[in-house]
């Protein structure tokens, strides 16, 4: 080597720094003169401002018979106003680089909007008068309703949705709301027309219960003085108390079949309902169901998907249905995932098995420490964009929970035990108390999921 070739030098490889705190971003709430809740969280860095509102209009406050109005009048929101056609209104958010989205749920409707935040205060003139003002046309009116019954018959060709649809209804009373398919059935939504989704509009969408959120980069931007100017434009009289009705369900242990002759695999949903996001054993379940199904590496998926092959994944999961401070709310807790219908028997006999050893050998401080670092390590990550915050704020909202909900939630989950996870997942799908539902071709696995004994059978096509 020459003399004058270079000299290499090594460097130690650069080491991790210290793990800085982190918590769930806590808003600032507020109310406009005309009662509307607002909730705001400063992001800086975040030039995208995520506007969500919250609408009480619930499922379950349609009329009786038309089910799926609360959908048509979401979506109609957007498809004209009285100062702008359907066109001119997209043509005006596409000006703006903004979205504009509306759905319904139980707990009632969301409309969230996405801008620049340089634009903001033009896609904020434009919410309020897709609030305010919208005509609902009755020729928009008839196509988002034609286009919604194109899509229910490809739903009930979807064995998850259709899987889920039979839950429903094989859980909750015919009365219940939830009980029924949310963006109603054919039936229902045929009856659907202009005058019902003002009707529906006019008793539901009011500023004093409705609440925004807000979050962004807010940097010299006068929010106050532009949520004054839009939304606090919006009047309307204060609402009559409804109470909601309490979510009961029945979880005596059974299996149903939907039939679907010729199917090659089966798609299975096992559910029962438990406590909402209020009760504090929610960290606790949260842990142990992700341990018992909540990835790849998961209870479930070890036996069901790496050592016997039956499927490419299974997971286990709680959902919150309707949250409430006052006890009446419910979670959905449940395990779903699809087979080779030869197997259907075999898989629901190995995922009972993987339950049973589950409580009767618990968690391995491990299996909770994986959990946690995922759950919890990971949640910075989760709410890096300003839709994301906006979202979780107003599930709170949604659900009747704290500001603080969620930062105090990763505080809990951190200090969950093995033991308290075991016990939570345990108790969320007790073996006697499950409802199985299967779609997929009954003359094959009718015979072998009755010889396991979990419950009586029902074939429904």
Known sequence: ????????????????????????????????????????????????????????????????????????????????????????????????????????????????????????????????????????????????????????????????????????????????????????????????????????????????????????????????????????????????????PAITSDDTARVVIVDRPGAVQTQLLIGRTGADRHDPVWAARVIGTYCLGGTLTSRLDRVLREEKGYTYGVRAFGQVLLGSADGTGAALLGISGSVATEVTGPALADTWQVIRTLGEGGLTDEERDVAVQNLVGVAPLRYETSAAVAATLTDQVEQQLPDDYQAKLYARLAATGTVEATAAVVNAFPLDRLVVVLVGDASVIAGPVGELGIGPVNIIT
Not at 102 to 127: C, I, N, Q, T
Not at 199 to 214: C, D, I
């Open 1 to 244: 080597m020459s003399e004058t070739a270079a000299v290499m030098t090594f460097h130690p490889q650069p080491q991790a720094g210290e793990p800085r705190p982190w918590a769930f971003p806590a808003p600032d709430r507020g109310t406009l003169g005309n009662g509307l809740t607002v909730l705001t969280s400063h992001r800086p860095g975040q030039q995208v401002v995520a506007v969500e509102v919250l609408l009480d209009a619930p499922l379950d406050a349609e009329p009786e018979g038309l089910d799926g109005v609360g959908t048509i009048m979401a979506r109609a929101l957007s498809e004209g106003t009285e100062q702008h056609t359907a066109e001119e209104f997209a043509a005006e958010l596409e000006r703006c680089g903004a979205t504009l989205d509306a759905h319904a749920d139980h707990p009632g409707v969301r409309v969230s909007l996405e801008v620049p935040a340089s634009r903001l205060d033009k896609a904020l003139a434009l919410l309020a008068e897709a609030l305010l003002t919208p005509a609902f046309p009755e020729d928009e009116i008839k196509r988002l309703v034609a286009n919604r019954l194109d899509e229910i018959p490809h739903e009930l060709a979807n064995p998850a949705r259709r899987a889920a649809m039979a839950l429903s209804k094989e859980l909750f009373a015919p009365e219940l709301r939830c009980s029924r398919p949310r963006q109603g059935t054919e039936e229902t939504v045929r009856r659907i027309d202009a005058a019902a989704v003002r009707a529906f509009y006019r008793a539901h969408v009011r500023p004093s219960t409705a609440t925004a959120v807000v979050v962004g980069d807010l940097t010299g931007i006068d929010l106050p003085r532009l949520l004054d100017d839009t939304l606090g434009g919006w009047s309307g009289s204060a609402a009559k108390p409804r109470p909601r």
